[in-house]
């Protein structure tokens, strides 16, 4: 009964690709994000969605395109992939858009390496 | 700009050691301040938070207190255990605001 889960778990391809990023929350929750860590373990959000409508866009390049089919999806698209992509990406989902209120689930993450 | 700070890890302790995990941020405004733990592979897990000035949050045997005259929001547990090593990322978040702002996190090895 996983809450947040994110396929693949691992994503290994060459400059220029591509590639897509899965997420799917069983919380029934509105709001979901994508964040970005880097090789120095820095967490920074990239989008915020609530109710499959864009609400933070954290100055991300437009190669990276969210797209949420549905309230319980969110997935993330990027184009032409660059090495300075390579990071791990969290999904995480909350029931609202509150931050300091609402606690934000977290997917296991998927491990991006652009070679 | 509004950001948190956390001490350098790792941080290596033998098994019921106490821990203390520094952290400290700037905000505009009056912040909610939370702990989250990442475990070997898993995600991030909130471990507790706090949403005002001298607020304690407390889970699973860690402590941290809302410090405003210090800025701070130090991490702490008396009796570590090996099954406590993992990943410990500070955070706030403003009034109304939509997202979470990290720390860099600090690594907890603790050794039996």
């Known amino acids: 009964d996983t809450a947040v889960s994110q396929t693949p778990k691992y994503l290994v391809t060459q400059m220029g690709n591509d590639k897509s990023i899965k997420c799917e929350q069983n919380l029934g929750h509105d709001t979901m994000y994508w964040y970005k860590q880097d090789s120095k373990k820095f967490l920074k959000i990239m989008f915020s969605y609530n109710n499959k409508e864009l609400i933070i866009n954290e100055t991300v390049p437009n190669r990276f395109s969210p797209k949420s089919p549905d309230k319980a999806h969110l997935n993330l698209h990027i184009n032409s992939l660059e090495l300075g992509d390579s990071a791990v990406y969290f999904c995480?989902?909350?029931?609202?858009?509150?931050?300091?209120?609402?606690?934000?689930?977290f997917g296991p993450g998927t491990r991006l390496t652009v070679l | 700009g509004n950001s948190v700070t956390q001490m350098e890890g790792p941080v290596t302790l033998s098994e019921e050691a106490f821990l203390t995990i520094n952290c400290t941020y700037t905000a505009t405004g009056y912040p909610s301040l939370f702990w989250y733990v990442q475990y070997p592979g898993e995600g991030l897990q909130l471990l507790l938070k706090a949403t005002k000035a001298d607020d304690k949050g407390s889970n699973k045997g860690f402590e941290a207190t809302y410090r405003k005259e210090t800025t701070s929001f130090h991490l702490e547990k008396g009796s570590v255990q090996v099954s406590d090593s993992a990943v410990y990322f500070c955070?706030?978040?403003?009034?109304?605001?939509?997202?979470?702002?990290f720390g860099s996190g600090t690594r907890l090895l603790v050794r039996p």
């Open positions: 955070a706030l978040s403003l009034d109304s605001s939509y997202k979470l702002i």
């Open positions: 995480a989902s909350s029931q609202d858009l509150v931050a300091d209120t609402d606690t934000q689930y």
